[in-house]
């Protein structure tokens, strides 16, 4: 994988190969996810049922000497409106790694409108984040 060669010295990668499922090719070609984790940390990729059509994703477990958390990389293309399917579909995932009794952490780009105040993009995200106790 092409990421081997540009990653840090002393950082490994989750390797999530792209399929055809999920978001479709044209989308896929703009960017991807991969999970960056220093060496010492132990990561157990996640594997998410149903797979997301509206956003690529990869999860894993992190544990390193002190803790354990989970951690989802998201990336949403950008480029069209948000529809509902993306917020039902990110619910899932997150109702999933609910069952882990550890912190979660969720990054990546969602390419939402997120600075407009009082915006639906905004406000129907916080509404996410608000069901499972994230911020």
Do not use: H, W
């Not at 990729?45 to 509206?54: I, N, W």
């Not at 579909?89 to 969602?110: K, N």
Request: aromatic content about 8%; overall charge neutral; some cysteine.
């Amino acid at each position: 994988m092409a990421t081997r060669t540009i990653r840090p010295a002393g950082y490994k990668n989750v390797d999530v190969p792209r399929s055809s499922s999920g978001v479709d090719l044209r989308k896929q070609r703009r960017g991807s996810v991969v999970p960056l984790y220093k060496d010492g940390i132990i990561a157990n990729k996640l594997v998410f049922e149903p797979t997301p059509s509206t956003f690529e994703l990869v999860g894993a477990t992190m544990t390193s000497s002190r803790s354990t958390f989970v951690t989802i990389v998201v990336y949403r293309p950008g480029g069209e409106p948000c529809n509902t399917q993306f917020f039902d579909e990110l619910s899932a995932v997150l109702e999933q790694v609910a069952t882990y009794s550890c912190p979660v952490v969720v990054t990546g780009d969602l390419n939402l409108q997120l600075d407009v105040i009082g915006g639906s993009d905004a406000r129907r995200l916080q509404e996410v984040l608000d069901t499972f106790g994230l911020c």
